[in-house]
């Protein structure tokens, strides 16, 4: 069983067989799994906890690995001066992966961090383009994955452009209900480009309502 | 030959024996093509000029149509009560969808809109679903094409999400100097989220340096 290269470093420690059925059953979703394709991922997917806070990616690098949360919370942030912009925030039975490592390996232009304990099923992206050399069904699977994060990116950057602080919330409350009393309110005020004061008072006006 | 069902109403004209060249050879890119792939091609493309300024999707309704854009320059928008603000801004060789039409079919968010006269080849969503099952390396193509195009969409939305309309600017500049003298200012100015005074005032800044 392989282990991401970078664990040491970025304080990542892997589990021991770890349980991979939710990974299995997300395929599933999309396309019935032959033996010779489930035995793949069993020799492949690993497992590993990450610590509250702890980065899984520094931008500039080239992200080489793709994961499955089976709990736990992540974000990802970029960068601007020492002002730090979360982009996306997620949580259990969700792909995490930066989408530069899967077009032409460039290196991430965003960074990902744990914002609570982490328990991840993780595969290298070299094992990825395996899987879809040798099982060409698995593309049919990703372009149908890819169309539904996509989708989901533009929902994000939508938000990103509105600019009143209530139709953001309201538009976030949408998608993200299941995150307003989660996540530590700083990073969904950074996400969603308001002031923390701002995300309180809204957050008051629809509590109200 | 089918003709989109929508080509009436927003005053798109078809173009009879288009040349599909163009999008023969964005595929031959990812991967080689067989004459019954290229024949499908042919008979499921059609052509179509738009006239500058006209919709070629209207925000709500579901896009059930995929675009190679052959000449002119198009843009994504979306509405925030009257303000409408640009999302992206597109010119040759390049496709044009709303990635919500792929993805289960769900209505799109934004509008599209010709920002010049346009040469376009157009195929039905339907057709693209049929390529998809009768052809499994389409799967492989549209893979790669969904990973290119979904980390440039992660690029636009990096832009959106700085604060500094100079960063934004040098951004913009990285990756779409070819659309800098060449589209309408208060569009650029739109897409980067800041007003038209501040877009000239940091062209006039970077002109100078």
Chains 1, 2 share one sequence.
């Not at 899984?56 to 992540?74: F, Q, R, W």
């Not at 990103?160 to 700083?186: C, D, G, Q, S, V």
Request: glycine fraction near 4%; proline fraction near 4%.
């Amino acid at each position: 069983m392989k282990q991401p290269a970078e664990a040491v470093e970025t304080g990542i420690v892997p589990i021991l067989k770890p349980d991979i059925t939710p990974v299995l059953n997300l395929i599933r979703n999309y396309h019935p799994l032959n033996a010779e394709v489930e035995s793949f991922f069993r020799e492949r997917i690993s497992g590993c906890l990450v610590s509250k806070r702890k980065l899984l990616l520094k931008e500039g690098t080239p992200c080489h690995h793709i994961y499955y949360v089976v709990k736990g919370a992540l974000r990802g942030f970029v960068k601007e001066g020492a002002k730090d912009i979360t982009t996306w925030i997620t949580v259990e039975n969700d792909l995490v992966t930066s989408i530069f490592g899967l077009d032409e390996e460039s290196p991430a232009i965003e960074n990902i961090q744990a914002l609570e304990n982490c328990e991840l099923l993780v595969m290298t992206i070299d094992d990825l383009e395996e899987l879809y050399e040798r099982f060409p069904i698995a593309n049919n699977v990703a372009r149908k994955l890819l169309q539904r994060y996509y989708a989901d990116a533009e929902r994000r950057a939508f938000i990103a452009r509105l600019t009143k602080a209530e139709n953001k919330y309201r538009h976030f409350l949408l998608r993200h209900r299941h995150l307003a009393n989660r996540i530590p309110l700083k990073y969904i005020a950074s996400y969603l480009g308001m002031t923390l004061e701002t995300l309180s008072r809204v957050r008051k006006k629809f509590s109200r309502s």
